[in-house]
C-alpha cells in the first residue's frame, strides 16, 4: 500500500538517503554522482515533494531522465506523493567531482533506456514526412512492411544500410513509432548500438550483471538497433547482442538494423552474427537522385512554412548530391538568413549566400581524388594504379578509376592519361569503354562502381 510520507514512520533525511541507494543501485555510481550528489529532498505539507537542485538544468535533466527512477524507487519504499516537482536552489552544495568535465559524457551515457521510454522516436521521424524514390524504395517498403506485421514477415531481420545522412534513422524511427501508434507491436525498443553499447559496459562489466542486461530485452516485440556498425571490433558487446538476437528471433520478435555499410563489410564482426544478418532483408539507401532531393527540400519548406521558388530547389538540390542532412542545413541557413534580413529567398541571394561554398566543393574531385578512392576499395596503394605496370591485379581498378575520371572530372583525356602514368589517352577511352561494356553484364562490377561513386557523391557534397 502506498502512504503519504508526512504520516508515515519515515524520517526526511532517511527517506531520501534510502531513497538514493536505490536510485544508486540503478544508475551507477559514476551518473549518481554527477546527477544526485546535489539533490535533496523537501516535503510541502500539500503532499508535494520537492527535489532542490543546483539549478534549472539540473532540475530539466533529472526530471526528463531519471524521474521514473525516482518514482520507483519511492514505491519501492512504500511511498507516494501527489507530486514530485524539481526545484533550483541557491545553497551552498557541495560538489565533490568537477560537473562540467563530465557532464558532456554523462549526457551521452546516463540517459536511462527504459523500455518504451516515451519520447523514444523523434516527432518528425514518420513515414508521412519520407520522401520516397528510386534511391530508397525498397527499403521504405520494407520498413512499411515490418511496421505493419512486425515478426510477421520474411523480413527478419530487416537491416537497412547506407551512407551517412541518407535517412536510415528516420525509417527506423518510423518502423518504431507506426508500431507504437498503430498497436501492431506491445512493447517497442529503440537504442542506438553505441547505447547499447555503453549499457552492455554498465550492467555486464561494470555490475557483473549479464543476467539484468538479458532481461531488459525480455517481452521486447520490436527491437531497432540503429548503426550496429558500432559493434565492429568489440567482442564482447557482439557476444551478447547475439544472444539477445537469437532469442528474439526464435520468438519470432521483429528486429530492425541499420548500418551505414553492407553487413558482410563491417570488419571484426563475428561470423555468425553476420550469417544471422544474411537470413533476412538486407535492403541499402541509395544517395537521392536530383528528383528525389528537390522533393525533400520542397517538402522541408513546406513543413517550416517556407515558400521556395522553384529555381532555388534546383539550385540547392543540384549542388549539394548525397547527404540530406546537408540540405536540410542548407535550407535552415537560408531561412534563418531570410528571416534576419527581411527579404524574400531569391535565387540571387541564395547564390549570394551558397556561390563560394558550391563552387570549392566542385573543385574538389580531382584525378588524385578518384584515384585514391579506387584504391582504398580495392586495397592497393594509388601508385599501384597509376605507375606503369601491367600486373594483371590492378587492371580492374586501373580500369575504373580513369573510367571514373573520364566520367567525374572535367579534365581532358589527355591529362588523364598523363596522370596514369603518362599514357595515352586512346588507353583511357579503351579504359572506359571496356569499364562501361563490362559493367552491363557483370553485376558485382555494377555494385562496385555503385560503391565507389556514392563515395565520390559524398566527397562532393562535403
Ligand atoms: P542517417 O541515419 O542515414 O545518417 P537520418 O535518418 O538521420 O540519416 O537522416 C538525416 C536527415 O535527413 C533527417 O533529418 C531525415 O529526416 C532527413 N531525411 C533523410 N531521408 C529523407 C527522406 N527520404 N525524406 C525526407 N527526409 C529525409
Ligand atoms: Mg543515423
Request: glycine share 6%; charged share 20%.
Amino acid at each position: 500500500m502506498l502512504t503519504n510520507p508526512l504520516s508515515s514512520t519515515f524520517s526526511k533525511p532517511s527517506l531520501w538517503d534510502e531513497c538514493l541507494l536505490k536510485i544508486r543501485e540503478k544508475i551507477g555510481p559514476s551518473h549518481f554522482e554527477t546527477w544526485f550528489q546535489t539533490t535533496d529532498l523537501a516535503l510541502k505539507a500539500d503532499g508535494c515533494a520537492c527535489i532542490e537542485v543546483p539549478n534549472q538544468f539540473f532540475a530539466d535533466f533529472i526530471e526528463q531522465h531519471f524521474s521514473a527512477f525516482i518514482q520507483e524507487a519511492l514505491a519501492g519504499m512504500h511511498v507516494s506523493f501527489s507530486k514530485i516537482n524539481f526545484v533550483p536552489t541557491t545553497k551552498n552544495w557541495k560538489i565533490i567531482q568537477p560537473i562540467t568535465q563530465s557532464l558532456e559524457e554523462s549526457t551521452q551515457r546516463a540517459i536511462p533506456n527504459t523500455i518504451e521510454k516515451k519520447g523514444q522516436f523523434h516527432p518528425n521521424y514518420i513515414f508521412d514526412n519520407f520522401v520516397v524514390g528510386d534511391t530508397n524504395r525498397m527499403a521504405h517498403a520494407a520498413a512499411m512492411a515490418v511496421a505493419e506485421a512486425p515478426g510477421k514477415t520474411s523480413f527478419n531481420p530487416l537491416i537497412i544500410y547506407g551512407g551517412t545522412g541518407l535517412g536510415k534513422t528516420h525509417l527506423l524511427q518510423a518502423i518504431g513509432h507506426f508500431a507504437q501508434r498503430e498497436h501492431t507491436a506491445d512493447s517497442v525498443f529503440y537504442m542506438t548500438s553505441e547505447e547499447f553499447v555503453n549499457q552492455y559496459i554498465g550492467y555486464v562489466i561494470d555490475k557483473k550483471d549479464s543476467t539484468s542486461f538479458y532481461k531488459k530485452f525480455s517481452g521486447v516485440d520490436l527491437l531497432l538497433i540503429d548503426d550496429v556498425q558500432f559493434f565492429s571490433g568489440k567482442p564482447g558487446t557482439q557476444k551478447e547482442f547475439y544472444r539477445i538476437f537469437n532469442r528474439l528471433f526464435l520468438e519470432n520478435k521483429q528486429i530492425v538494423l541499420s548500418s551505414d555499410r553492407p553487413p558482410a563489410k563491417i570488419p571484426d564482426m563475428m561470423h555468425h552474427i553476420i550469417n544471422r544478418f544474411l537470413s533476412g532483408l538486407i535492403t541499402d539507401i541509395q544517395p537521392p537522385n536530383l528528383e528525389v532531393r528537390m522533393a525533400i527540400l520542397r517538402q522541408k519548406a513546406e513543413m517550416d512554412g517556407l515558400s521556395l521558388p522553384e529555381n532555388v530547389v534546383r539550385y540547392l538540390a543540384s549542388s549539394i548530391t548525397s547527404n540530406i542532412r546537408e540540405l536540410e542545413g542548407t535550407l535552415i541557413k537560408l531561412i534563418a538568413s531570410s528571416s534576419f534580413t527581411g527579404q524574400d529567398i531569391t535565387l540571387q541571394i541564395t547564390q549570394e549566400i551558397f556561390g563560394d561554398v558550391m563552387a570549392r566543393k566542385k573543385q574538389r574531385l580531382s584525378i588524385a581524388c578518384i584515384v585514391e578512392k579506387v584504391a582504398q576499395k580495392f586495397d592497393i596503394s594509388p601508385n599501384q594504379i597509376t605507375a606503369h605496370s601491367r600486373k594483371r591485379d590492378v587492371t580492374l581498378p586501373r580500369n575504373i578509376a580513369m573510367y571514373l575520371c573520364k566520367k567525374w572530372t572535367r579534365q581532358s583525356l589527355y591529362t588523364i592519361g598523363l596522370d596514369f602514368g603518362g599514357r595515352d589517352y586512346s588507353t583511357v577511352i579503351h579504359a572506359s569503354k571496356k569499364i562501361e561494356a563490362d559493367s552491363r553484364v557483370s553485376a558485382e562490377l555494377q555494385q562496385t562502381l555503385k560503391e565507389i561513386e556514392a563515395d565520390l557523391q559524398a566527397i562532393t557534397a562535403g
